[in-house]
């Protein structure tokens, strides 16, 4: 095996993969025709030493921001490594972000430079021109280039007047990651070329890819999972990405793209997993049974695994199963997936055992944004489902129990100490002194414990958690995510705070409603089925099976309601990054929670 590649900064990052993998793939865009291309490693390098004079021209200096209004792109990639290679500073916001956070943002990070990817955006972003003193320059990823402030006028005038790449040293701010907080403004959390590089050289150590392996890259670079763990990784590596435009569309470019590598959250892998049920709802009884037995043998022999045991007839069994059954579910997903790397959030053990059975390993790991990401990972040789793995190499996780005094069974608080944790809050000198101990380690405010062997078992976080009336805490992730294993549950918020019992607000998949409604004869529509009495029975059915071997009994759901409205990002009940806005939910449908407890 090779020795690991270790990097400086993120240009030298650059410098070493470009020289290294020079002729390779790296960005492969889709045509609307259906065709995909690819940018190589040198063609990337040159586009970034081209822009990278465009923005010197704009008066870039070292230390200054460069902001970002885009959704991942191939000019996203290019600017924001000519930015670190002028020494600046890349603070990244969402397309489907709210003006005020891009006020706020920009004004915050004193951004010189912002980059947009449309003219739809240009025209929002003028407005905000006037109200950030900071900010000199919008430039139009798709303008023109006989429009001066766009990404190709950039690249013909960077070309024309070169400059040489800078060479920061490890502590130099490279970036900002504004976290999406459920209340509040967002906070800045900067990041050093330091923070990711000691990433980037972890993962190096113990996660063996390959230039041949291919990801299909839909999460957004805004957020520091997918800047890291895909595309710096991914570049260290010499692997290709696919940049998925449409998350909707992800099936379908699985099957063009056939990548080797998915980077994915939880609610991705929830989607396959629910979708390959449905899929066997409806096959034959006799698949049916085919396929229960496919997985009753794969489980099986995970366990002899685990127990460093092997079966002769339990691979063979294995062997059959993976050719009649789950040759077809990876066909789906393209046909080359062999494993997936899970963060963002806990992915539940069963749906990672179910993925794992049809042949794609999930290696979950943890981090936060203020942990550059990554903190653990499970990797090749060091796998245990249901847990977010080990701390990877210069990190060490604490659990402070004292935290969590009032739920013991949950562990404790969380530390990451390490030189992945950030620099601190951009402007926040007491927020950042509330979570960072003079030894340098992290609060992450997430619950957890350690095993004997090290690895991590995340049990919720600490704000979200409430007290029964009974006195009895509650973490209500794990429960939601639990509730979301059913076909027929989109979303859910489990509720008690000071009450009684657990309540919970149900958001039904809408197709599968549908289908039961058609299957049962059941008259009208969307709004009719959610106080229909058969369907109030579906899921009193789906709650009660989903937690009875889970939940434990202060735990349970006394009371339930299905809501028409998705949470999404346009209505404010999630975050960019898709996590639940407990507290804007809880203000929504505030009466109708009360309304389950006015009887009790």
Same mark, same amino acid.
């Given at each position: 095996?090779?020795?690991?590649?270790?990097?400086?900064?993120?240009?030298?990052l650059?410098l070493?993969?470009?020289?290294?993998?020079?002729t390779?793939p790296l960005?492969?865009t889709?045509s609307?025709?259906?065709?995909?291309?690819?940018t190589t490693?040198?063609?990337?390098?040159?586009?970034?030493?081209?822009?990278?004079g465009?923005?010197?021209?704009?008066?870039?200096a070292?230390?200054e921001r460069?902001?970002?209004?885009?959704n991942?792109?191939?000019?996203w990639?290019?600017?924001?490594y000519?930015t670190?290679s002028?020494?600046?500073?890349?603070?990244?916001?969402?397309?489907?972000q709210n003006e005020?956070?891009?006020?706020?943002?920009?004004k915050?990070?004193?951004?010189k430079?912002l980059?947009v990817?449309?003219d739809?955006?240009?025209?929002?972003?003028?407005?905000?021109k006037t109200?950030i003193?900071?900010?000199?320059?919008i430039?139009n990823?798709?303008g023109?280039s006989?429009?001066?402030?766009? *990404?190709?006028a950039?690249?013909e005038?960077g070309?024309?007047?070169?400059?040489?790449?800078a060479?920061p040293d490890?502590?130099?701010?490279c970036?900002?990651?504004y976290t999406?907080?459920?209340?509040?403004?967002?906070?800045?959390?900067?990041?050093?070329?330091?923070?990711?590089?000691?990433?980037?050289?972890?993962?190096?150590?113990?996660?063996?890819?390959a230039?041949d392996?291919?990801?299909?890259s839909f999460?957004?670079?805004?957020?520091s999972?997918?800047q890291?763990?895909?595309?710096?990784?991914g570049?260290?590596?010499?692997?290709?990405?696919a940049?998925?435009?449409?998350?909707?569309?992800?099936?379908?470019y699985?099957?063009e793209?056939k990548?080797?590598?998915l980077?994915?959250?939880?609610?991705?892998?929830?989607?396959v997993?629910?979708?390959?049920?449905k899929?066997m709802a409806?096959?034959s009884?006799?698949?049916?049974?085919?396929?229960?037995?496919?997985?009753a043998?794969?489980?099986?022999?995970?366990?002899?695994?685990?127990?460093?045991e092997s079966?002769t007839l339990?691979?063979?069994k294995?062997?059959?199963f993976?050719k009649l059954?789950?040759t077809?579910?990876?066909?789906?997903?393209?046909?080359?997936?062999?494993?997936?790397?899970s963060?963002?959030?806990?992915?539940?053990?069963?749906?990672a055992?179910?993925i794992d059975?049809?042949g794609?390993?999930?290696?979950?790991?943890?981090?936060l944004?203020e942990?550059?990401?990554?903190?653990?990972?499970?990797?090749?040789g060091?796998?245990?489902i249901?847990s977010v793995?080990?701390?990877?190499?210069?990190v060490?996780?604490?659990i402070?129990?004292d935290?969590?005094k009032g739920?013991?069974?949950?562990?404790?608080e969380?530390l990451i100490?390490?030189?992945?944790?950030m620099?601190?809050?951009h402007?926040?000198?007491?927020?950042?002194?509330?979570v960072?101990?003079d030894?340098?380690?992290?609060?992450?405010?997430?619950?957890?414990?350690?095993?004997?062997?090290?690895?991590?078992?995340?049990?919720?976080?600490i704000k979200?958690q409430y007290?029964?009336?009974?006195?009895k805490?509650v973490?209500?992730?794990?429960l939601e995510e639990q509730?979301?294993?059913?076909?027929?549950?989109?979303?859910a918020?489990?509720?008690?705070d000071?009450?009684?019992?657990?309540?919970?607000?149900?958001?039904p998949?809408?197709?599968?409603?549908?289908k039961?409604?058609e299957?049962?004869?059941?008259?009208?529509?969307?709004d009719?089925?959610?106080t229909?009495?058969?369907?109030h029975?579906l899921?009193?059915?789906?709650?009660?099976?989903l937690?009875?071997?889970?939940?434990?009994?202060y735990?349970?759901?006394?009371e339930?309601?299905?809501i028409p409205?998705?949470f999404?990002t346009?209505n404010?009940m999630l975050?960019?990054?898709?996590k639940?806005?407990?507290?804007?939910?809880i203000?929504? *449908?505030?009466s109708?929670?009360?309304?389950? *407890?006015?009887?009790?």
């Open positions: 095996m090779s020795q690991p590649a270790q990097f400086k900064n993120l240009p030298d650059l070493q993969s470009t020289r290294r993998f020079d390779r960005f492969g889709r609307v025709d259906g065709e995909w291309t690819y490693y040198g063609e990337f390098g040159e586009l970034v030493t081209k822009m990278r465009g923005l010197a021209g704009l008066g870039l070292k230390g460069v902001a970002f209004i885009s991942n792109r191939l000019e990639a290019v600017s924001a000519a670190y002028l020494g600046g500073c890349v603070v990244p916001m969402y397309e489907k005020e956070d891009w006020a706020y943002i920009l915050d990070s004193q951004a430079i980059l990817a449309n739809e955006i240009l025209a929002k972003a003028e407005g905000l109200k003193e900071t900010l000199e320059h430039v990823f798709e023109r006989v429009e001066p402030l766009s *990404y190709r950039l690249l005038k070309a024309e007047s070169p400059v040489p790449s060479d490890p502590g130099e701010l970036g900002f990651i999406s907080g459920t209340t509040g403004n967002p906070k800045g959390v900067m990041l050093s070329h330091g923070n990711i590089t000691s990433n980037v050289n972890a993962m190096q150590e113990i996660f063996p890819l230039i392996d291919r990801s299909l999460l957004p670079w805004a957020h999972f997918g890291t763990v895909e595309l710096h990784m570049i260290s590596y010499g692997m290709s990405m940049l998925c435009d449409e998350v909707d569309k992800l099936l379908v699985l099957a793209v990548p080797t590598l980077i994915s959250v939880p609610r991705i892998f929830n989607r997993y629910d979708s390959l049920n899929k409806d096959a009884p006799i698949q049916q049974r085919l396929f229960a037995a496919a997985m043998t794969a489980n099986e022999r995970r366990e002899l695994s685990a127990r460093g079966s339990v691979d063979l294995h062997g059959l993976d059954i789950f077809k579910v990876r066909d789906r997903l393209g046909g080359n997936l062999r494993y997936a790397i963060g963002g959030a806990a992915i539940s053990k069963e749906v055992q179910f059975n049809v794609v390993t999930v290696y979950e790991g943890y981090g944004s942990t550059s990401p990554i903190a653990t990972a499970n990797y090749p060091n796998q245990r249901g793995g080990r701390a990877i190499p210069g060490e996780i604490i402070d129990a935290a969590t739920a013991p069974e949950a562990g404790g969380v100490k390490g030189p992945n944790v620099r601190g809050y402007n926040m000198t007491e927020e950042t002194a509330a960072i101990r030894d340098g380690a992290f609060r992450s405010g997430d619950m957890g414990k350690l095993d004997d062997d090290g690895y991590l078992f995340i049990t919720g976080r979200e007290k029964l009336e009974n006195g805490y973490v209500p992730s794990p509730l979301k294993l059913s076909g027929f549950i989109n979303q918020l489990v509720y008690g000071n009450r009684q019992f657990n309540v919970a607000l149900i958001v998949d809408a197709e599968a409603l549908a039961f409604a299957d049962k004869g059941v008259a009208g529509n969307l009719a089925w959610l229909n009495a058969v369907v029975g899921f009193r059915g789906e709650i009660e099976t937690q009875s071997s889970v939940f434990k009994g735990e349970r759901i006394g339930f309601r299905l409205e998705e999404t346009d404010d975050t960019p990054t898709l639940l806005k407990r507290r804007n939910v203000s929504r *449908y505030g109708i929670l009360d309304e389950m *407890y006015a009887g009790s």
